[in-house]
C-alpha cells in the first residue's frame, strides 16, 4: 500500500491512533471478514487490500511507529487553520457500515444521495442521525488512472498502446472508503482514506446534512 498523505489507517479500521494491537487486530478481522472478495465479491478486492495494507502497518510496531512520524510530519506541514477545541476529543468513526451510504455512485445519484459538484467534489446527503451516530461507507466508481503500460516518463517515446489507445489513460473501479466521524458537521469534506494508485483526479466528498440550512 502507498503512503500517500491521504492514507489513514486507523481511519480505515475504524480504531483510535492509541488502540492497542489487541483492538486493531480486532478491528482488521471484522473488517477482513466482511471485505473478503470471496464473501463481498470481485468489486471489493481493493477494500480488502486497503484494509490489509492499514493492518500490515499498524501490526508492525516498528512500521506503526514510522507511520504515525509521517503522519504527524504531514500535519505540520500543512496550512494553517482555525485551532480546534483543545478540549474536544477527537472520535474516530466507529466500524459499522452505514448502507444507506454505501453503493456504486450512479445509484447513490439516481437516489438522490449524492450530486456531483465537478470533476473532483461530490456531495453526500446524511440524515440528523446518521451524522450524530457516524461510520463508515464505501462508495464505488470508476475513475481514470494513469495507463499502467505507456503513462511514464518515457511516454512521448511510447508508440501506439493496445491497453488505452494511446490516451495515456484507463478507467478502473475505485471504492472510495469514507470515515465519518461522529458529530460530522454540515460542510465537512471527507476525503477517501486511500487512492488508487496513478489517479488522475483525486476526488473528494462534501457532508450536507439534511434538515440544515
Given at each position: 500500500?502507498?503512503?500517500?498523505?491521504?492514507?489513514?489507517?486507523?481511519?480505515?479500521?475504524?480504531?483510535?491512533?492509541?488502540?492497542?494491537?489487541?483492538?486493531?487486530?480486532?478491528?482488521?478481522?471484522?473488517?477482513?471478514?466482511?471485505?473478503?472478495?470471496?464473501?463481498a465479491?470481485q468489486?471489493?478486492?481493493?477494500?480488502?487490500q486497503?484494509?490489509?495494507?492499514?493492518?500490515?502497518?499498524?501490526?508492525?510496531?516498528?512500521?506503526r511507529?514510522?507511520?504515525?512520524r509521517?503522519?504527524?510530519?504531514?500535519?505540520?506541514?500543512?496550512?494553517?487553520?482555525?485551532?480546534?477545541?483543545?478540549?474536544?476529543?477527537?472520535?474516530?468513526?466507529?466500524?459499522?457500515?452505514?448502507?444507506?451510504?454505501?453503493?456504486p455512485?450512479?445509484?447513490?445519484?439516481a437516489?438522490?444521495?449524492?450530486?456531483?459538484?465537478?470533476?473532483?467534489?461530490?456531495?453526500?446527503?446524511?440524515?440528523?442521525?446518521?451524522?450524530?451516530?457516524?461510520?463508515?461507507?464505501?462508495?464505488?466508481?470508476?475513475?481514470?488512472?494513469?495507463?499502467?503500460?505507456?503513462?511514464?516518463?518515457?511516454?512521448?517515446?511510447?508508440?501506439?498502446?493496445?491497453?488505452?489507445?494511446?490516451?495515456?489513460?484507463?478507467?478502473?473501479?475505485?471504492?472510495?472508503?469514507?470515515?465519518?466521524?461522529?458529530?460530522?458537521?454540515?460542510?465537512?469534506?471527507?476525503?477517501?482514506?486511500a487512492?488508487?494508485?496513478?489517479?488522475?483526479?483525486?476526488?473528494?466528498?462534501?457532508?450536507r446534512?439534511?434538515?440544515?440550512?
Amino acid at each position: 500500500m502507498g503512503g500517500s498523505p491521504n492514507d489513514d489507517y486507523y481511519g480505515l479500521l475504524g480504531v483510535d491512533a492509541g488502540a492497542s494491537a489487541a483492538e486493531v487486530r480486532r478491528a482488521w478481522r471484522r473488517l477482513a471478514l466482511r471485505w473478503h472478495p470471496d464473501r463481498a465479491g470481485q468489486s471489493a478486492k481493493f477494500i480488502f487490500q486497503t484494509i490489509q495494507g492499514a493492518y500490515s502497518v499498524l501490526a508492525d510496531p516498528v512500521a506503526r511507529a514510522a507511520y504515525d512520524r509521517r503522519v504527524g510530519a504531514a500535519r505540520h506541514s500543512a496550512p494553517a487553520q482555525a485551532a480546534p477545541d483543545a478540549t474536544a476529543p477527537v472520535r474516530r468513526a466507529p466500524a459499522v457500515m452505514l448502507h444507506r451510504l454505501s453503493g456504486p455512485l450512479g445509484g447513490l445519484l439516481a437516489g438522490g444521495v449524492a450530486r456531483r459538484v465537478d470533476a473532483g467534489t461530490i456531495e453526500l446527503f446524511i440524515s440528523a442521525d446518521e451524522a450524530s451516530q457516524g461510520g463508515m461507507a464505501t462508495i464505488s466508481m470508476q475513475v481514470a488512472v494513469r495507463c499502467p503500460a505507456c503513462a511514464g516518463p518515457d511516454a512521448a517515446m511510447v508508440g501506439h498502446c493496445a491497453r488505452c489507445g494511446s490516451k495515456r489513460t484507463v478507467d478502473e473501479l475505485f471504492s472510495a472508503w469514507l470515515a465519518v466521524r461522529p458529530g460530522v458537521s454540515d460542510g465537512a469534506v471527507l476525503n477517501p482514506s486511500a487512492l488508487l494508485p496513478g489517479m488522475v483526479q483525486p476526488v473528494s466528498f462534501r457532508v450536507r446534512v439534511r434538515g440544515t440550512t
